[in-house]
Structure formats: C-alpha cells, structure tokens
C-alpha cells in the first residue's frame, strides 16, 4: 500500500534559523507528492507540489525536492519566521486511486520563537 | 470566490445517536473528498465523489459511516449509532478535477465530539 512517514515534532527552532522537515514515502505506482500546512485555527492549504522526479516545488520561500531515488520529499526552508509556526503535513496521491485521494503523513508541528 | 465551506462547525452528540455532516465544495468542482483526521489515526481518507458517479467508499471505517452528493454538489457524511471512536475532525475537499494532480481545496471542518 501507499504511505508517507514524516519526521515527529515538535520541532522548535528561534526566528531565522534554518528548516528541513524530513519526508519519505511508499508508493505503489508513480506518486504526485505534496506538502500541506495548517496554521493555528484554519484549514488545511496547499503549500507546494511536485508531481514527477527531480521537479522542486517552492512557494512562500519553502522549497521541497521530489527525490525517486531515495523516495524522499524534505520541505526546506532558509530562514523561518515566527509566522511560519504551523503544522505541516506531506502527502501524495496517485491518479486513478480514489481519484486523486491524499495519503497523508502524521504531520509535524512547527514552533519559531522570537 | 467562496471556498469550500462545512456545517457545522461544531457537534457534541451523545453515543448512540446519529449525525450529519454538511459540506458545500467549490462550484464547479467535480471532485469532493472526505477525510478524517484525529488524534490516534491523523489524517485519513474516508470517500471520494466524482460528478454523479457511484462514490469510491473505501476508506469509509465502518458500516455506520455512509454519504451522498446530491446534484453534483452538496454532499452529506452521515455517521448512525455514533461512538466515542467517531470522535474527530471531519474535513471535506473539493478539485476542479480528477484524474490530474490538481489541488484539493479543504473546508474548515466539522469538529465532532461524542460523549
């Protein structure tokens, strides 16, 4: 079957320290993979995407590598804010199962201190 | 545009009883998705509707959990004789398409609580 691990949180880091939550995956055909962010009282939102090997989804300053080789898609970031502190979930589909049905990794909390 | 909306927002029930969930996709959207997400099992797919076809329920945990979209639009999660287990954030999603890998917009959830 299809599944994502991520790393456990808490993760605490102090503003403008540098970011790598770590993501890897098992996948029975050839998944889109996906990083998803809750902050605080909202809902879930689509943070970046990459749909085949070596592409590199960004967005918000956030960057993720889709790694076949080592089935690994690690959300990075240079320089955190306070903003930032949210929960972040990997993800991947594969067209055709359940449409495009998200499995989801457990999520890893993001705290940045001041 | 509005987004993906869900009601209520909110649901304390008493075990035994049953309860409905209500989610309004994006208009337009063909593709409405379901999901669970609680603290034992994070987040977890429960149905997928595409258009008028039959949903795919395979994530659906148990008998009790049933939904419909009527119209191609509005869909219902209904949970019968609810448990403590049922206890969770019910979200819902909704995509322009399906097939591709297209974004999946979230409601805000349905936070349900049975005592």
């Known amino acids: 079957g299809n599944s994502v691990t991520q790393m456990e949180g808490p993760v605490t880091l102090s503003e403008e320290a540098f970011l790598t939550i770590n993501c890897t995956y098992t996948?029975?055909?050839?998944?889109?993979l996906f990083w998803y962010v809750q902050y605080p009282g909202e809902g879930l939102q689509l943070l970046l995407k990459?749909?085949?090997?070596?592409d590199k989804g960004s967005n918000k300053g956030f960057e993720a590598t889709y790694r076949k080789e080592t089935t690994s898609f690690h959300l990075e970031k240079g320089s955190v804010q306070v903003s930032d502190s949210a929960v972040y979930f990997c993800?991947?589909?594969?067209?055709?199962?359940?449409?495009?049905?998200?499995?989801f990794g457990g999520g890893t909390r993001l705290m940045v201190k001041p | 545009g509005a987004g993906v909306s869900q009601s209520p927002s909110n649901k304390v029930t008493e075990k035994g009883k049953d309860v409905e969930l209500r989610c309004d996709p994006i208009?337009?959207?063909?593709?409405l998705y379901w999901y669970r997400q609680s603290l034992g099992q994070g987040l977890e797919f429960l149905i997928y509707?595409?258009?008028?076809?039959?949903?795919?329920k395979s994530g659906l945990p148990s008998d009790r959990f049933s939904a419909e979209r009527t119209g191609g639009s509005v869909s219902t999660l209904t949970i019968q004789r609810t448990q403590q287990e049922d206890s969770a954030v019910y979200l819902c999603?909704?995509?322009?398409?399906?097939?591709?890998?297209?974004?999946?917009?979230f409601g805000p959830g349905t936070r349900l609580t049975v005592l």
């Open positions: 993800a991947l589909s594969i067209v055709g199962n359940a449409g495009n049905m998200l499995t």
């Open positions: 208009s337009g959207h063909t593709a």
């Open positions: 999603a909704s995509s322009l398409l399906a097939g591709v890998s297209g974004e999946q917009f």
């Open positions: 996948a029975t055909g050839y998944p889109s």
């Open positions: 990459a749909t085949k090997a070596d």
């Open positions: 509707f595409q258009g008028n076809s039959a949903p795919d």
